[in-house]
């Protein structure tokens, strides 16, 4: 057993732990200190066995209480069932949404959580609602009016069923030691409270009179200090920390920050990088998985339970009997580590996530993602039996397939579309975690064993619904169980540490060595009034209610702070200088004490005490690493398969890295989820109607014979048609209506078009869509041709559809931005046919163009080689652009086979702006390194 820690002297009040007198604290961290601290004593005078001390948080001891009076059959405690903090919160809730405002309200959860907040802290400061005063008070404001009537209902149906709320335990506490039911106490202690509620001041009154102590101690030295910023202070801290308890073993060290709950992520990641630099990677020196290490200190603040990936895993499990789940949680499930997968599933998930983003829907129905899982495993087994010689019925399913089945049937033999009880719905959701094999079959750390063992006790108190609300649906039943979850706090239960982190509320009481005060500037310390929104701001302010006024914070802050600065001998009080963008100073509660450099706090400047930096060199210094030669990629292999067409010269231009990942490794990113159709999409069909209506007119002259009225009919047919088409593959995301739209904006495009078509030069449309198989150098790509033109003159010109903005200078110079078109008249001119030109034909709503160059005495008159493209193109004429064309893909080509892998886009900002590779080539890590 890990040795005891003592954070409180027990000395002063000896004689009363001693003696077995009821002792008190706000909480259940102090009083847990209190009786570790007195436990250690009695063992360093080696005192025999000793009663254990009656040493309680006030909520505990009323528990106690409580407990006596079921003990005693006291009608006190049994003509009432008490209410738990789940079914109180369910009860606010169904009160809240089904009152009139309740269906204007976007988080009725929350106003609910709000409401009972306002109720507790009425019944706290003893308001009695049956006050024709009081209850006047709250009709004159509009919020609190619509409170009161929620109280109101609220106590009626308490009333009716004979439900307890705990804010009204104690009351009915103070009642049995007013009629002596319950035995006076001597004298109560209070230690550590700050602020006393007056129902709670009436308890203890009531049960014999208490009187407070606080455990003071003069500090020996405190030292303000200001910081650049909140992540150097947070830095500063976890370095001084770390130093201290490497020199001084035996000392008790603290930082207390205010908003712990809100930072408690940022926090713990600094303190993780100064203790343990390895902490995030993810093998060990074996290469297994590194196991969860126990760090050296201990935080007051935990997360709600639905944050543990162990649990949200157990929650995207039950979203698989839902009609319908976004994609994120899928992705997340097949990704997760808390169901019984075999390592070898992690391919099939690989590319069951593919599938699922190959949808683009934001939301994917949970048939349809078994559907594509079954096409996945069919390929699987199809794969194994082709290697292993044997027909596919041979090899098993996918299990994962096998599990989503199961919880289909499952779904339809429960019917699970009938709303039923929360006992009911706890034995489904045990069933769907049990057949996807939650939580896994690794071993649980400390940490999971201790969030399922929790999850277990949501459950029940899941279940306990029953008794406050009716029955539900099983989307309602989930969002119940979502809500507890988000509303229970873990706290990870650990060895003892000699470093604690802790929030303002929980330092109180306690005694160390040393004690950062952190973020003590004057925006957070005092902090800001929150009053109550459903409660009168006076009648708070009157009452001196939490969080009502300036004045009450600035009281609080003011005697919480002389509590701290006499709990240890060295003190250190910090505060960024600057927060969010804006000047900040430290707050003036500290005015009385000098200032010093945080230089002169840690002995020595931050860089040189051991910086976040030198600790990973450091740590890094200390492994085998293997060296690495970036940018050269091993050479092109006879047979090796190339993916991509003419875009791998495009890719090769604009950055080697990016076509050796994309063509050579297939590395692309994720298809995101859209509404209704892309540009990508648009182009397709774009491209598909104008390959329609080539294929019906042949040439120029037929289209020139058509009537404005047959030419309309041909392009609003054409329309129809192609979308017809599209929506028969991709439904989902072209339904009717979207249908008629795109139709209302392709017909113009394709009229408009036509128009600038009528007006070319004579010529034949010899190819559309055409699919090639080429060859350049040793390297053999399959590409398509939108479109090859014949003209008069028996000259091809090579036509590429772009929808977006264009310009012929993207095909100048040694690494063309579009090097497609010049590729394709290479390939024609090396296959015999004379290529007279080259051009875009761009085509969109605000302007269409045909856009190009070719020779000299093209008929085309738009690719007609003109002056200026002997400065643009750095070439004499269309021969000589031609032969420059036929030199620089064959350099990218070659430079592609050679494996030419390097980092070197050919203008950064523009080219990595949509680069979807920036996490793999690091590039914006070597930009960095190199400032």
């Known amino acids: 057993m890990p040795p005891q820690l003592s954070f409180f002297d027990v000395k002063p009040i000896w004689q009363p732990l001693a003696a077995g007198q009821l002792i008190l604290t706000p909480n259940q961290r102090l009083a847990s200190r209190i009786r570790t601290a007195y436990a250690i004593a009695c063992g360093q005078i080696n005192a025999p066995v000793v009663d254990a001390p009656a040493v309680y948080s006030i909520s505990q001891w009323i528990d106690r209480c409580w407990q006596q009076l079921l003990g005693r059959a006291d009608p006190l405690a049994l003509t009432v069932k008490p209410l738990t903090a789940t079914q109180e919160h369910a009860l606010w809730e169904q009160i809240v949404a089904g009152s009139n405002l309740g269906a204007a309200l976007l988080r009725p959860s929350a106003t609910a959580q709000q409401a009972a907040s306002a109720y507790r802290t009425l019944i706290d400061w003893r308001q009695d609602l049956s006050q024709a005063d009081l209850r006047e008070q709250l009709t004159a404001d509009e919020d609190a009016a619509v409170l009161l009537q929620w109280v109101d209902q609220f106590e009626q149906r308490c009333e009716n069923h004979h439900w307890l709320p705990s804010a009204k335990i104690t009351e009915r506490v103070i009642q049995a030691f007013t009629q002596g039911v319950l035995a006076q106490e001597e004298r109560i202690l209070a230690i550590g409270f700050e602020d006393i509620t007056p129902l709670h001041q009436h308890l203890m009154k009531s049960a014999g009179g208490y009187t407070e102590y606080s455990p003071l101690s003069e500090a020996a030295s405190v030292n303000v200090v200001e910081c650049d910023s909140s992540q150097q202070e947070l830095l500063a801290a976890a370095v001084w920390a770390k130093h201290i308890l490497k020199n001084t073993p035996q000392a008790r060290v603290a930082i207390v920050i205010p908003d712990l709950a809100q930072q408690r992520q940022a926090v713990h990641r600094v303190l993780l990088e100064v203790f343990d630099p390895a902490y995030n990677q993810p093998l060990d020196e074996l290469g297994a998985a590194s196991p969860r290490r126990n760090m050296p200190f201990n935080f007051s603040a935990g997360y709600p339970l639905i944050e543990a990936p162990i649990i949200s895993a157990s929650i995207n499990a039950l979203s698989l009997a839902f009609q319908t789940v976004d994609i994120d949680t899928l992705q997340t499930l097949c990704q997760s580590s808390f169901y019984a997968q075999d390592v070898n599933d992690e391919e099939l998930f690989s590319r069951l996530i593919l599938a699922v983003r190959e949808e683009r829907m934001f939301e994917l129905s949970v048939a349809r993602f078994r559907q594509l899982a079954e096409k996945i495993s069919i390929a699987y087994q199809q794969h194994e039996a082709e290697q292993q010689g044997i027909a596919p019925e041979q090899i098993e399913p996918w299990p994962f397939v096998t599990k989503l089945q199961a919880i289909a049937e499952l779904s339809r033999s429960h019917n699970l579309g009938q709303s039923r009880s929360a006992l009911q719905w706890r034995e489904t959701f045990e069933q ?43 989307s309602e039943a989930v969002t119940a169980l979502r809500s507890i979850l988000s509303r229970h706090i873990f706290q990870p239960q650990s060895a003892d540490s000699s470093l604690q982190i802790l929030g303002t509320l929980e330092a109180a009481g306690l005694q160390f060595s040393h004690l950062w005060l952190q973020s003590m500037s004057e925006k957070v310390w005092p902090p800001a009034p929150s009053p109550n929104p459903l409660l009168p701001f006076a009648l708070q302010r009157q009452e001196g209610m939490p969080h009502a006024s300036a004045e009450r914070e600035l009281r609080f802050a003011r005697n919480l702070s002389q509590r701290f600065l006499a709990s240890a001998q060295h003190i250190v009080v910090s505060s960024p200088a600057v927060i969010d963008d804006n000047p900040a100073s430290v707050s003036s509660l500290f005015d009385a004490y000098p200032r010093s450099s945080l230089e002169r706090v840690l002995g020595r400047s931050l860089d040189a005490l051991v910086p976040l930096s030198e600790i990973r060199r450091r740590h890094f210094e200390s492994q085998a690493l293997e060296g690495f030669d970036a940018g050269l990629a091993p050479v092109l292999s006879a047979g090796e398969k190339v993916r991509g067409g003419s875009s791998l010269f495009a890719s090769q231009s604009a950055c080697p890295f990016r076509a050796f990942a994309t063509h050579r490794l297939a590395l692309r990113a994720l298809p995101q989820p859209e509404l209704g159709l892309n540009a990508a999409d648009r182009g397709s069909i774009l491209h598909r109607a104008l390959e329609l209506i080539w294929q019906k007119l042949k040439n120029q002259q037929a289209l020139l014979d058509l009537s404005d009225d047959q030419l309309k009919q041909l392009c609003q047919e054409t329309s129809r048609y192609t979308l017809n088409e599209f929506s028969q593959k991709l439904s989902h995301r072209l339904g009717e209506r979207n249908q008629q739209l795109e139709q209302q904006r ?6 408009a078009w036509l128009g600038i078509e009528k007006k070319r030069a004579d010529f034949t449309v010899t190819a559309t869509e055409a699919r090639q198989v080429f060859h350049v150098k040793d390297l053999t790509l399959e590409t398509r041709i939108d479109r090859v033109d014949t003209l008069e003159d028996g000259s091809s010109v090579i036509i590429d559809y772009k929808t977006g903005n264009t310009a012929i200078n993207k095909w100048w110079g040694d690494r063309p931005d579009e090097p497609q078109l010049p590729l394709y008249s290479m390939l024609a001119d090396n296959g015999g046919d004379t290529v007279g ?26 690719l007609q080689w003109k002056e200026k493209y002997k400065t643009d193109a750095g070439v004499m004429g269309w021969s000589q652009l031609k032969q420059h064309w036929q030199k620089i893909l064959s350099a990218l080509a070659e430079d592609f086979m050679a494996g030419k892998a390097t980092v070197d886009p050919k203008a ?6 949509y680069c979807d590779l920036s996490s793999t080539c690091r590039i914006n890590h070597q930009q960095v390194e190199a400032l």
């Open 432 to 474: 769907v975690v049990d057949l996807l094999g939650w939580p896994g079959q690794r071993r649980l750390d400390s940490t999971e064993y201790q969030q399922v063992s929790q999850w277990q006790q949501i459950l029940t108190e899941f279940s306990s619904l029953n008794f406050v609300t009716g029955a539900m649906s099983y």
């Open 746 to 751: 392709l017909q113009p495009l394709l009229l």
């Open 837 to 862: 030109g080259i051009a875009f034909a761009q085509i969109r709503a605000d302007g269409s163009a045909i856009k190009g160059v070719g020779a000299e005495d093209s008929p085309e008159a738009a």
């Open 908 to 913: 950064p900002a523009k080219t990595c702006q």
